[in-house]
């Protein structure tokens, strides 16, 4: 399996922040930890077991936002989730993505340069390694209808680095019909879509993301396999549409009861196009080998 090279659709650069890595930028850059122990921090940083909820796991991100302090920071973390996704697990097609809101501006980053660093990053990559690395620029929906916009409209500026775009986060508070007119600019402008959708919530969601924003991929999309008619499985199919499943990460924030319900099985015998992911290998504790 570790010899296998694979390829990973769905990877949150936030969620690849190593712990070490972590430690060294609080001491360099001041920002607080609950502890600066390695063993203490691990155990903090690293969801083993379910969480309560989605939302309270997302609430782990914190140490991990706070660690892009600076232009280097960016730069270093992104190199160092390249290196960790090729040299453990042997991926050679690595599509990660981010949320500029979120991981740039509590610093005051510019979204830009970071774009700019974060490409040509994976191009200097790319040079180094068997690798081909591609970024998907993300907007997280709890963070408001206007940040959603704006994020979109900088993914179409920056359409030469950006090989999509993803909408993240909470789907039930923002339902995908409020961003119809929005992914209307990303299909003008060639952009692919992917859409964190059906990762809670209810299987309808599934079907108003397909109606309403016509998505190349859905990311996660467990609650499509809740509809005991087959529809909103049928309609995935229908239209062409690849689920990126991340078996573990469902099974952490609940969206599953056990990694054996998982419905990935359920998806492959409907005839859906599947792929794997670890979602957030550092903060999940896991990878594609796992």
């Excluded at 409907?270 to 903060?283: Q, S, V």
Aim: glycine fraction near 6%; charge should be neutral.
């Amino acid at each position: 399996i570790k010899a296998m090279p694979k390829a990973e659709l769905h990877r949150h650069i936030e969620g690849c922040v190593r712990p070490t890595t972590v430690l060294d930028l609080a001491r360099r850059y001041g920002f607080k930890l609950p502890t600066f122990d390695p063993a203490g921090l691990d155990k903090i940083y690293k969801l083993r077991a379910p969480g309560a909820s989605l939302e309270a796991v997302l609430g782990m991100f914190g140490l991990a936002r706070a660690s892009f302090a600076s232009y280097e920071a960016v730069e270093r973390i992104a190199w160092e989730t390249m290196e960790d996704a090729y040299k453990k697990e042997n991926i050679r097609l690595l599509e990660l993505r981010y949320s500029p809101d979120f991981m740039l501006s509590p610093r005051g980053l510019d979204w830009n340069k970071a774009q700019e660093i974060i490409a040509a990053t994976a191009d200097r990559f790319e040079r180094t390694y068997p690798v081909v690395c591609g970024i998907i620029v993300i907007a997280s929906r709890s963070h408001g209808l206007e940040p959603t916009l704006k994020t979109i409209d900088f993914t179409v500026a920056n359409k030469k680095t950006a090989i999509g775009f993803d909408l993240a986060d909470s789907e039930s508070a923002y339902p995908s019909s409020l961003y119809k007119k929005a992914a209307a600019k990303l299909h003008a402008a060639g952009l692919p879509l992917t859409v964190h959708s059906g990762e809670e919530g209810h299987y309808s969601q599934v079907v108003e993301t397909i109606n309403e924003l016509a998505p190349k991929r859905i990311g996660h999309g467990v609650k499509a396999a809740e509809d005991a008619s087959g529809r909103t499985m049928e309609l995935i199919r229908q239209n062409g549409i690849t689920v990126e499943t991340n078996p573990w990460s469902n099974y952490l924030t609940r969206a599953v009861p056990s990694i054996e319900a998982h419905p990935l099985k359920k998806f492959i015998g409907a005839g859906l196009r599947c792929t794997i992911g670890a979602d957030d290998p550092e903060i999940l504790d896991t990878d594609l080998n796992k």
